[in-house]
């Protein structure tokens, strides 16, 4: 049903208090700790071997290792990443190497989990990143992999900007060719679960920082030729497309998928 002109001046102020005020009230959205509830429900033993795969300064496998007690290896290619985790997790924290999603140093069949959040958008070889999560955990072991994709509301113009400023391979924005990844892996999808705008929710309600994001675009766009001058090219897109990266994200433009899947058979 589409209100006239008049409808729309004349019945929707009779409700829009209303309506505001429902809108108001937090859905109670998950946040991104949902992903360790996730690890948790798997019922792992301490000392289960743990892999982060793009593990950046650490933090998540710092949190996997205190949470549960793993052996976990953080695993990333830029060696200032590898640097500042080791000095963050100590001696007695996890390990962190150096290495890709295509080329984890790991044994065949040694991890009970590979853990990969907000990585494999920037992977060139999807199916050969599926294919080593498949190397190296061992027989009914779990991968949990949160990412970031496209949707219908993103208007190609705005994708080809935002991934070729973001470092994304644009198909593996495609929820079809992970899926489809997966399965020439030899992996097995347990749950395939949609957050959608759930966490930009969470963190608005609990840090309002999505709406931070939202006030910086509208400055970038308002003042570019100052932070240009200051910044550089470079700097001011990749600023931008951090800004609109949680923008869309909270928009509906981005959507967050998370996959637990599960390996079976034998060692290939």
């Known amino acids: 049903m589409t209100w ?14 209303e309506f505001s005020a429902a809108l108001d009230e ?5 946040g ?23 593990c950046g300064e650490g933090t998540q496998a710092i949190a996997l290792h205190q949470r549960f007690g793993f052996r976990v290896t953080g695993i990333d290619p830029v060696a200032r990443h590898v640097e500042v985790a080791q000095d963050a997790g100590g001696p007695d924290g996890p390990v962190f ?7 984890i140093p790991a044994g065949p069949g040694t991890a009970d989990l590979v853990w990969c959040r ?22 009914g072991g779990h991968a ?7 949707s219908e509301l993103l208007e190609p113009a705005e994708a080809a900007w935002l991934w070729t400023t973001m470092g994304v391979v644009p198909a593996n924005a495609d929820p079809a060719r992970t899926e489809t990844a997966i399965a020439a892996a030899g992996l097995r999808i347990d ?17 309002a920082s999505a709406s931070k994001k939202l006030l910086h675009a509208s400055r970038l766009r ?31 433009k981005l959507t967050r998928l998370v996959y637990l899947l599960s390996r079976d058979g034998p060692n290939l």
């Open 4 to 17: 006239s002109l008049e409808q729309a001046y004349d019945v929707y102020p009779q409700l829009e208090e």
């Open 26 to 30: 937090s859905l109670h959205p998950r």
């Open 32 to 54: 991104p700790d949902m992903l360790f509830d996730l690890v948790a429900g798997l019922g792992l033993p301490p000392g289960a071997v743990a892999l982060d795969v793009g």
């Open 97 to 103: 190497e150096i290495g890709t999603a295509e080329n």
């Open 118 to 139: 907000d990585v494999l958008v920037h992977v060139p070889d999807l199916p050969g990143a599926y294919a080593e999560f498949r190397r190296v955990l061992r027989p």
């Open 144 to 150: 949990l992999v949160y990412q970031m994709f496209g």
């Open 191 to 207: 749950e395939r679960l949609e957050i959608g705008s759930e966490w930009s929710e969470w963190v608005e309600e609990h840090h």
């Open 222 to 252: 308002r003042n570019r030729a100052t932070y240009l001058e200051r910044y550089g090219q470079a700097a001011y897109d990749m600023m931008l497309g951090d800004c609109l990266w949680h923008v869309y994200a909270m928009t509906g």
